[in-house]
């Protein structure tokens, strides 16, 4: 995860914003990349001029100092709040910087719709955070730098790892971590298609993919999109409704978008881990 958490995209987020606010390439120093992602480093900003800097103030709002203007630009105001339907150069900020975290916010468009607000969610998820899916203050710091934990060190190779105490999913694959809002089973009893009861709650252990169906298939308990079972009648699919909390029957539901993501790059039989983290 640390690869996607690196200052490179951080910085390339900030000098392209240097450049759509009207600083040319010119007045940023090219970067220079040490070996490795663990070791990234830029080389020295050159020193604006007054003139850029006045001209993203204005743009942007006031900032003091270099490090909090690349700050402004990665991640926007810092005092502000961002809701969903929200349209403008902002949103797009924080859609490129999600992306660049490994959260899935859509299309970097500048408009706050469904799978941003899915990804926000993630990522408050991720850090602990209230979940409310705005782009608060709070949330806008995490996005500074993440600091809760990503994929379990002690698994290897490309998997899924299913968090239920987080209510997140993290697809690992080569170096790569996509992290998704996920809402899994709630724990509280419900009526089966045989008429006993069960408790909701999604399995814990070592799985693989196995069956999938590639649609809707529409069951007992409702309609399950593009499901990806991993043990049972339990499966990874897409919900219309996947809040900040456990909702579930056990299933692990994600957005539609984001389960054609996932569709499309696991094969039919990765690996999957549910787990409660010790």
């Known amino acids: 995860m640390a ?5 490179r995209g951080w910085v390339t987020v900030a000098i392209g914003a ?14 220079v990349w040490a070996e490795g992602p663990e070791h990234a480093v830029t080389s020295d900003v050159e020193l604006l001029t007054a003139q850029p800097i006045q001209a993203l103030e204005t743009a942007l709002g006031p900032v003091s100092g270099l490090a ?3 700050r402004h630009l990665t991640v926007g105001d810092p005092e502000s709040t961002i809701e969903p339907r929200a349209l403008g150069p902002e949103v797009a900020l924080v859609q ?11 299309p970097i468009d500048g408009t706050y719709g469904g799978q941003t607000y899915s990804a926000v969610l993630a990522l408050q998820k991720h850090e602990g955070l209230e979940r409310t899916g705005l782009v ?14 990503g994929p379990r060190d002690d698994l290897l190779g490309d998997r ?21 809002n996920t809402s899994t089973g709630n724990g509280e009893p419900y009526i089966r298609y045989n008429g006993a009861t069960a ?5 814990r252990g070592d799985f693989a993919i196995g069956q999938r169906y590639d649609g809707n298939q529409v069951g ?23 809040p900040g909390y456990a909702a579930s029957h056990g299933c692990a539901r994600t957005s539609f978008d984001d389960m054609d993501f996932l569709w499309t790059v696991i094969p039919g039989d990765m690996q999957v881990y549910s787990y409660d983290r010790p």
Not at 136 to 141: E, L, Q, S, V
Not at 160 to 180: C, H, N, T, W, Y
Not at 222 to 236: K, N, V
Request: glycine residues 12%; charged residues 15%; proline residues 8%.
């Open 96 to 106: 490129s910087r999600l992306d660049t975290l490994g959260f899935r916010p859509g």
């Open 220 to 242: 007992f308990l409702g309609t399950l999109y593009r499901p990806m079972y991993f043990s049972g009648p339990f499966a990874i699919h897409g919900s219309g409704s996947v």
């Open 68 to 70: 909090a203007l690349v």
């Open 18 to 31: 240097l450049v759509i606010a009207g600083v040319g390439p010119a007045m940023v120093a090219s970067p």
């Open 199 to 203: 408790i909701a709650r999604t399995p």
């Open 3 to 7: 690869t996607r958490f690196g200052h």
């Open 136 to 149: 608060d203050p709070i949330t806008r710091a995490a996005l500074a730098g993440l600091v809760a934990s």
């Open 160 to 180: 899924i790892e299913i968090d239920p105490a987080r209510q997140i999913i993290f697809l690992v694959v080569g170096k790569d971590v996509s992290v998704i």
